[in-house]
């Protein structure tokens, strides 16, 4: 799409975003401008629009969320770290545990293929499950449809109910510390933009992100530059990141959502309970809070998440790291997986 042709389409975009936000803030709900930017970017892509938000606009929008998310990152996290191995063990039972209910479920009650069941399993990693299963033969508006209504759900379930483990406070300033000198916002711009172009070219699931988180949480637990992102940018880049995941689902899959729905909603079902059982299980064992488990253990997108555990005060880094590990473990497995599958077809 040409860079003049895009424009309109992207101000569209970024207007229905803004609106779904404004709406979702007057509603009162928590973390209003990502979720009511997701739900109406989602509404507005399936009925028509021509929803469109460019590579360079997207990676500044991740680049920023994540310093901001290094802001809720402190000193008390590093007792906690001991028992991350455990958690990331107990995480991946329940990530073995809901591909192979969710393989089983898509196999047996609706007779997909197996690579479709498979690539339409797996929670989170979208981007790596739609190339991944582009080069077998999966069923591509099956699987996407499956991934990108998985995602929805999932904020749609996941804010209020983090907002009753709340207890019902407020979610937290949607930014941190915003006193400090030119010289601390300085310095937090120029490291986390290093940060984050090392995340980039590691090819780290959400490298952009991640790399400029982990260098804003130094930066914060050091008091080094222990200074947030204005309200002026954050706001917008959670309008973004809503559009972004709104706009997965376009006006051709409106028929195969409804045919897909009550496949999409047993998959969810099955992710979401096995996920919140393995969730209950770390909480008892480990003793760690029950809002980051939530999060971290939740199968979706390791930004919006990371975005979440900030907005709710619930430990970036430990989310963050949880869904790396996912994310890294699913690279390695699936194609395996796959490659099998394809031999038993030869055989």
């Known amino acids: 799409m040409a860079a003049g042709n895009a424009l309109p389409w992207l101000a569209a975009t970024l207007a229905v975003g803004a609106a779904g936000g404004a709406l979702a803030s007057l509603l009162g709900l928590p973390v209003a401008w990502l979720l009511g930017s997701a739900v109406a970017v989602s509404a507005a892509s399936l009925a028509g629009l021509r929803t469109h938000v460019p590579d360079a606009l997207r ?32 995480q991946m039972a329940g990530v073995v545990a809901v591909v192979a209910a969710t393989y089983a479920f898509l196999r047996g009650v609706f007779g997909w293929n197996r690579e479709t069941a498979l690539f339409a399993s797996v929670p989170g990693a979208m981007s790596f499950v739609v190339a991944a299963a582009s080069e077998t033969r999966a069923d591509m508006t099956r699987v996407i449809v499956v991934q990108s209504l998985r995602l929805l759900l999932l904020l749609g379930v996941l804010v209020p109910v983090l907002g009753w483990l709340e207890s019902g406070d407020d979610v937290v300033p949607i930014s941190r510390g915003l006193d400090g000198t ?92 096995l996920s919140g059982a393995a969730a209950a299980l770390c909480t008892w064992l480990l003793d760690i809070d029950v809002g980051k488990v939530v999060l971290a253990y939740a199968p979706g997108a390791l ?24 994310f890294i473990a699913l690279a390695v497995a699936i194609p395996i997986v796959a490659r099998r599958f394809r031999r038993v077809d030869r055989g």
């Open 182 to 273: 030119p010289m601390q916002y300085g310095l937090l711009l120029v490291l986390c933009l290093g940060g984050a172009i090392l995340g980039h070219v590691s090819r780290l699931p959400g490298g952009l992100l991640l790399g400029a988180l982990i260098v804003s949480a130094v930066l914060h637990a050091s008091a080094l530059a222990p200074v947030g992102v204005p309200p002026a940018i954050s706001l917008p880049a959670l309008v973004v990141l809503g559009a972004v995941i709104g706009g997965r689902l376009k006006a051709e899959n409106r028929r195969a959502m409804v045919e897909l729905l009550p496949a999409s909603l047993g998959a969810f079902a099955i992710g979401l309970g």
């Open 303 to 326: 930004e919006a998440l990371t975005v979440l555990a900030f907005q709710f005060d619930q430990d970036p880094a430990y989310v963050a790291a949880h869904h790396v590990v996912r």
């Open 59 to 90: 990676n500044a929008t991740f680049f920023i969320l994540g310093v901001q998310s290094g802001a809720g990152v402190t000193p008390e996290v590093l007792d906690q770290i001991a028992l991350w191995p455990a958690s990331f063990a107990l």
